[in-house]
């Protein structure tokens, strides 16, 4: 949503298509969107959950290793730790697939930090 507009020094190519995206985007109404999921989930007897996407896209769902330099081309993740190479999105989608069963299972807040307790034993 960033403005392709750039500076003086250095003007932004394509003004005028990337205004129309963003106009396009903002258009779509990604709030109903969500309440329309949220209602239909409820009728199904389903839940709708929020997923923080922040690295969704630059962490490995299986070592864990979250680099900026795993994903150095849009549609390709490629894992500096173990190697691992796969489409990206597809690699995203498993990372929010963990945070939301993490967050079923766990109660985890969108730090990854647990809301859960262990028991009190008494002493």
């Known amino acids: 949503m960033a403005s392709a507009k750039g500076s003086i020094e250095n003007p932004g190519k ?29 009728w199904s007897g389903g839940i709708l959950q929020k997923i923080d996407p922040r690295n969704t896209s630059r962490k490995f769902f299986k070592c864990g290793c979250k680099d900026k330099e795993n994903r150095k081309k849009q ?21 929010i697939l963990e945070a939301g069963h993490a967050l079923l299972a766990c109660g985890e807040n969108l730090l990854g930090i647990s809301l859960k307790q262990e028991p009190l034993v008494a002493k």
């Not at 205004?19 to 985007?25: D, E, P, W, Y």
């Not at 549609?75 to 990372?95: I, K």
């Open 14 to 42: 394509n003004v005028k298509q990337k205004s129309g995206l963003n106009r396009a985007i903002l258009d779509q109404g990604w709030y109903t969107f969500v309440e329309i999921l949220k209602y239909k989930q409820k």
């Open 75 to 95: 549609e390709r993740f490629h894992c500096v730790s173990c190697g691992y190479s796969a489409n990206a999105d597809r690699n995203a989608g498993r990372n």
